[in-house]
């Protein structure tokens, strides 16, 4: 196990430090006062969409304001900073997503070390990705994007930001499928989002959430989401693995704080998430979206973005992805 991933798995495991009694008092008074939460995303992309819904779900629960900031751009890394700076009290924290795990391998220079700086806090949701296409593409399936695209080598494209998780996506279907689509850089996803509805785009590999709605009104056509198995938001969509076997990808939120936060507050905020994500309400919203709620300790989401760090570091190098 290297450094990292031990020094991650020790952030999550701090609990039993503090006194039981400093433990009690830390979480009774948190918060005392509004708390933002960093999205390194654009508004109406998924991981800004299912931000709100947890800040709501919080500022109802813990009686103070959760705010949420977006600060789009270089792969979410402007957002983690402020965060990785902010004072360690609770009330700034991070909305992570997969893309914090890729930026590990993919910049050579970041001003912090993700998986030293930032201590796991919660899982929120995991999501499919949506290959979809614009409606003026004579294409229904996967198949006939595959056969299009072999046709047509260099003619498609889509848009993501280099390295993170919607141009991996892209790239694995393009290694699998043996197709040449074109990846168009972005630093705001939504805005290739609004390409691909003005018809400047052809193709998408957004996570489900930013594009579903989309799908649902016709505005974009849903060939496949890239889970190993369908999602139950869209039932009739087939997977990827469907017409290239093998093939699975899928993006993940949750939330983190910086790396000195007292035990007792990351517990708490640990518990109203997680009674969030098994609230009824809230659970059928993010199943509408497509998302799988993600239920863990502090603990257990620490491995897991451990994990997701060592996975995707090996796609990164294989791939030879470098930041743009």
């Known amino acids: 196990m290297n450094h990292a991933r031990r020094r991650f798995l020790c952030l999550a495991a701090t609990a039993a430090v503090l006194p039981a009694v400093s433990r009690t008092a830390l979480a009774q008074a948190y918060p005392v006062r509004p708390v933002r939460m960093m999205v390194g995303y654009a508004a109406g992309a998924a991981p800004d969409i299912v931000a709100r819904l947890v800040g709501q779900w919080l500022t109802e629960r813990l009686g103070r304001q ?74 229904s399936t996967v198949a006939e994007l595959v056969a299009y695209a072999k046709r047509n080598p260099g003619k498609l494209n889509y848009g993501a930001s280099s390295g993170g998780a919607v141009f991996l996506t892209g790239a694995l279907f393009k290694m699998m499928a043996g197709v040449n689509i074109v990846h168009v850089p972005y630093s705001n996803q939504m805005q290739a989002v609004t390409d691909l509805l003005a018809d400047q785009m052809q193709v998408s590999f957004d996570a489900m959430p930013t594009t579903i709605e989309f799908a649902r009104a016709g505005k974009l056509r849903p060939l496949a989401v890239t889970t190993a198995a369908r999602s139950p938001a869209l039932p009739d969509v087939p997977t990827v693995a469907e017409f290239v076997p093998s093939y699975e990808a899928s993006s993940w939120h949750g ?70």
Not at 94 to 103: D, S, V
Not at 110 to 129: E, Q, S, Y
Not at 295 to 313: L, N, Q, R, S
Request: glycine share 8%.
């Open 66 to 139: 959760f705010l949420i900031e977006d600060r789009p751009g270089a792969a979410g890394n402007p957002a983690a900073e402020t965060v990785v700076r902010a004072q360690p009290d609770g009330h700034t924290l991070l909305y992570c997503t997969t893309a914090n795990t890729i930026n590990v391998a993919l910049y050579d220079k970041l001003n912090f070390v993700f998986t030293r700086d930032i201590a796991p806090v919660a899982g929120v949701v995991r999501v499919p990705n949506l290959i979809s296409v614009s409606p003026s593409l004579p294409i």
């Open 255 to 324: 939330v983190g704080a910086p790396s000195r936060t007292p035990a007792a507050i990351v517990e708490k905020l640990n518990h109203e998430i997680n009674a969030g994500l098994v609230d009824p309400k809230m659970a059928a919203r993010m199943a509408d979206l497509g998302g799988v709620p993600m239920v863990m300790t502090p603990v257990e989401f620490g491995k897991f973005v451990a994990d997701e760090t060592e996975k995707w570091g090996k796609v990164v190098r294989f791939a030879g992805a470098k930041a743009e």
